[in-house]
């Protein structure tokens, strides 16, 4: 199918946590491909496999010192062949993690860089020298704390990392680099992936000028507990350079055919216009960003995120997430604004899957699992210990896929990476499987709504104007409307409806009696328009 992957429905797979075979307490490919049908049997169009690549494991991961292989904890090249090859029998896609800003100091490049000043990979990554009085060149800070400049005593010069000391950054102003890389993309192209996901994929270049960044215009009235918010990136990252690079990405895709790009948007001021940007003809076909995973869980936060997108970008396209592996879950992250866990996180797939754009979910999402509560000892993520106790976090949310109510959750027969725990135990694959109304079988027939609904992949969107905390909006294409409402509380609403026939049977918490609307608490409800839809309150 051409464009697969426009209103596609992507999982992201955490390698670590969503099945370990060989009994050593870390997920590993030949798990994860053991548990395709799962994926498959949701109703996902893709699969994305978050780094399994060599890699000393300081990031988990994205610290990686081999581009080109896989890290045995994880299996063999053999392995993931076998992955593509199980994906592909059930019709799934496979996109894989690319980090490419940053790798690790053990990757034999940066091994052979930092030796001295005029070896064949001296200029592959960031050096520069000191400042007169010794300090770093700039002002810059790493997103894991402290300074992104770390010294080298070997080359008496510092080199900049925008996460962790042990992941230096690439120098993309080197043909070399780029060169490189692009061979590292035809390398899994030609082993079969369906696409990458491009972690970081505004950091690529840094300011040829070395400014300082400045304070963040948002002006802060105390510290944040991660000073990296304090500051206004336009220096340190989104340079127009990356732009160019994500041309000469696309042009690479485009040497093989039905393949898709999505970048990892990080960014905590222009998300939205980038994420255009950034997917304009002739670059990445999709982009997301972390703009849906904070607290913000009203109306006109939702509308305006939409609405900006795509008034901003028409030609460009986005993919919707609520969660991942480096956010607090959204079924922990919001659960105020629902009655019930449970009914949060099925009111929030219908409103996830509803839409215009691709949709990414996070491994568990299905089944409405929460954070995990860990102390200090338990934790693994520098990022989580070196802000302890806020912010919080990201082990909390990678802990083990739980597939039964057993010990480990059916995860592992040795002892697990990440502890499971009794709340997340009692959201498990098994216990909800083949149970009506549960938030997996609630997932499934929405993601086959979704899949059997030309406006809900093609339509666009019109947004109809109520109070909160309701979010009505018209999907239509081709003459064929579909009204979406969605009550975001645990109260119950009642509106006037014309234009409207009954809700379908995918329908939650909906009633309609001649022109009245009921909307239970966290209502989500479909409709077949019938003519001039007018919604009052």
Known sequence: ??????????????????????????????????????????????????????SPMKDMGYDVSDYVNVDPVFGTLADFDALVTRAHELGLKVIIDQVLNHCSDKHPFFVDSRKDRTNPKADWFIWEDPNHDGTPPNNWLSVFGGPAWHWDARRKQYYMHSFLVEQPELNFRNPEVVAYMESVLRFWL????DGFRFDTVNYFYKDA????????????????????????????????????????????????????????????????????????PGRLHQCYSFEMMGYDYSAAFFRSRISDFFTG???????????????????????????????????????????????????????????????????????????????????????PMVWDASPSGGFSTGKPWLPVKAPQLARNVGSQKGIAGSVLETYRSLMAFRKGSKPLLEGKTVFHDLPEPLLAFTREVDGEALLCVFNLSPLAQTITAQGIAAPLDVSLGATLNANSLTLAANAAAFFPVTGPVKLTT
């Not at 209103?7 to 307490?25: A, K, L």
């Not at 030609?190 to 992936?193: C, K, L, Q, W």
């Not at 507990?225 to 990136?233: I, L, R, S």
Request: hydrophobic share 35%; glycine share 10%; aromatic share 10%.
């Open 209 to 280: 000028l070395l400014r300082n960044d400045p304070a963040d215009y948002r002006v802060k009235t105390e510290p944040e507990g991660n000073p990296y918010g304090m500051q206004y990136h336009i220096f340190s990252k989104n340079q127009p350079e990356n732009l160019l690079w994500m041309e000469r990405i696309r042009r690479v895709m485009d040497e093989y055919p039905d393949k898709s790009t999505v970048g990892e948007m990080g960014e905590m001021h222009h998300a939205i216009r980038m994420m255009g940007e950034y997917t304009a």
């Open 1 to 54: 199918m051409a464009e697969w992957w426009r209103g596609s429905v992507t999982y992201q797979v955490y390698p670590r946590s969503f099945q370990d075979d060989n009994g050593d307490g870390v997920g590993d490919l030949p798990g994860i491909t053991r548990r395709l049908d799962h994926i498959a049997e949701l109703g996902c169009d893709a699969v994305w496999l978050s780094p399994f690549f060599t």
């Open 313 to 399: 970008a028409p030609n460009g396209w986005p993919m919707w997430a609520f969660s991942n592996h480096d956010v607090v879950r959204h079924a922990s992250r919001w659960v105020k604004h629902g009655v019930s866990q449970d009914a949060l996180a099925k009111q929030a797939g219908a409103l996830l899957l509803s839409f215009q754009g691709s949709i990414c979910l996070w491994e568990g999402e299905e089944i409405g699992q929460t954070d995990t509560e860990l102390s200090l000892e338990e934790l693994t993520d520098p990022q989580g210990i070196n802000f302890w106790p806020e912010p919080i976090g990201r082990d909390n949310t990678r802990t």
């Open 190 to 193: 030609d082993r079969g992936v």
